[in-house]
């Protein structure tokens, strides 16, 4: 068991999680508790349940990105009184990345706000997602546009959950790990080069989830609220963003991040920031991780457009995340149009010699 205290409330990661859950409860005074479950991981949520009492009850949502709506907050909103929720009940939501966002967001609005447990079972989730207060669902106009920062009474990382979650949804979590291992750079950085060669379920990944959930508590514990060095956990992401918008959301998030941490390594090798040799190793890490580097969208205009090169910026300058060095990032970096338009070039092709030119 690994417990992280540095944003006020408890983040224990361990193999199985139930009885934390309980003890937290107990040692709270919680007398009543619901669990609600993402559909898919309902046999964890039910483990939990059952050390939480025999009186526990379990809702279960089928979720999934599509799911994390308006419409599915009101229905769990509505099941939530009609089991008799009420202010001193503690909310307990197990699942995923959907999951977190959408039950910790019904549990700030419901009844103005009962506390709740995040029980993280996606790799997302326990890296990123149950990490950092912020909570909500998506509009048609965009993702994430509704939502609330609240902290959770704890969040509980059920390292066991891991075995049954599908290959394609741990790249998507890995592609999170790398980018904390190029912000925090050392142990961090080189205990992930020392696993890459390694299946993933040779992995030791409770110690694999402190460390890079760690990197962002230690960041967001500095800025709750998104004003300034928080920015830096965007490593990646304008580059990701816009090739997740300009391809209708067909390619992953952790995918189209992955692609936009060569292009934000790029970025920094072409305006003198990165040394070849640190590229190169986040090169080796994408493709030892098995995560894409080549942009999978070719229209550099909508691309441009798509991070904001149309409106954001005066002077055709738009603004980047981009590595120092491993562990050492800078944010609010501007760059010319002209410049990201040569990286988005170069992310076509397969790196080669090329790539350090
Ligand atoms: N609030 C934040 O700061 C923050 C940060 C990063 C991502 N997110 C959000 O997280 C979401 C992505 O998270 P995700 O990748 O976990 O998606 P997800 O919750 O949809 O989970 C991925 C899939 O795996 C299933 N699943 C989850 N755990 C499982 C397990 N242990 N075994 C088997 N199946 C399991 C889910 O049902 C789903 O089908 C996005 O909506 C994103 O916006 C939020
Ligand atoms: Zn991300």
Redesign the pocket.
């Given at each position: 068991m690994t417990q992280l205290d540095q944003l006020g409330y408890p983040i224990v990661i361990d193999d199985g999680v139930a009885a934390h859950v309980a003890a937290f409860a107990e040692r709270r005074g919680y007398r009543t508790a619901i669990v609600l479950a993402?559909a898919?991981?309902a046999l964890?949520a039910k483990r939990v349940a059952r050390a939480l009492g025999a009186k526990t009850q379990v809702l279960e949502f089928a979720?999934?990105?599509r799911r994390?709506t308006l419409r599915t907050l009101e229905r769990v909103l509505e099941a939530l009184a009609a089991a008799g929720a009420e202010r001193r009940t503690l909310i307990v939501g197990v699942?995923?990345?959907?999951?977190?966002?959408l039950f910790g967001f019904a549990a700030a609005t419901y009844m103005r706000g009962v506390p709740f447990v995040n029980v993280a079972?996606?790799l997302?989730?326990m890296v990123?997602?149950a990490i950092?207060g912020?909570?909500?669902v998506d509009l048609r106009a965009g993702?994430?546009l509704a939502g609330v920062f609240r902290d959770p009474a704890a969040v509980f990382c059920d390292i066991g959950?891991?075995a049954?979650?599908?290959e394609r949804?741990m790249r998507?979590?890995l592609a999170e790990v790398l980018k904390h291992a190029i912000i925090e750079g050392d142990e961090v950085f080189d205990s992930l080069e020392t696993l890459a060669p390694h299946a993933l379920t040779k992995w030791p990944w409770e110690t694999v989830v402190a460390q890079s959930l760690g990197v962002k508590a230690a960041i967001v514990s500095e800025d709750r609220l998104e004003a300034g060095v928080r920015e830096a956990l965007n490593l990646g992401h304008t580059f990701g963003h816009a090739y997740e918008v300009v391809s209708a959301y067909r390619i992953s998030?952790g995918n189209a991040v992955a692609v936009g941490l060569r292009a934000a390594g790029l970025l920094a090798l072409r305006t003198g920031r990165f040394s070849a040799t640190e590229h190169l190793r986040v090169l080796s890490l994408l493709a030892l991780l098995r995560l894409p580097m080549i942009g999978p969208v070719d229209d550099a205009t909508a691309l441009l457009a798509a991070m904001g090169a149309d409106k954001k910026t005066r002077d055709g300058k738009l603004r980047f995340v981009v590595p120092r060095a491993l562990g050492d990032v800078e944010f609010g970096v501007t760059v010319p149009a002209r410049t990201v338009r040569a990286v988005l070039g170069r992310l076509r092709e397969a790196p080669g010699v090329a790539e350090f030119r």
């Open positions: 993402d898919n991981v964890r979720l999934g990105e994390k699942g995923g990345g959907v999951a977190g966002d079972t996606s997302v989730a990123d997602a950092g912020k909570t909500g993702k994430n959950a891991l049954t979650l599908p949804h998507e979590g998030h």
